[in-house]
């Protein structure tokens, strides 16, 4: 499963780094939570919430159900 989740993050990746951004998978849970970490301009980035939530875990749970929520850590 995680190969999937790497999948889908390397699906997003390109839009985060045309901002200067990008996003590294931290781990996965037992329970579906998947850990990321935003870095670059997406680390300090006051919009970093909602990019992870309207971005990153839509993405990632579209791509692999199994997810139950994507965290930033």
Do not use: S, W, Y
Not at 10 to 19: H, K, S, T, V
Not at 38 to 65: D, F, H, I, S, Y
Request: net charge negative; aromatic share 2%; with cysteine.
């Amino acid at each position: 499963m995680e190969e999937k989740v790497q999948a889908a993050l390397d699906e997003i990746r390109p839009f985060l780094q045309a901002d200067g951004g990008d996003v590294e998978f931290v781990g996965m849970d037992d329970d579906g939570t998947v850990r990321v970490k935003l870095t670059g301009a997406c680390g300090g980035c006051p919009m970093a919430q909602m990019t992870l939530q309207a971005g990153v875990e839509r993405v990632v749970k579209e791509r692999v159900p199994e997810v139950t929520q994507v965290v930033a850590v």
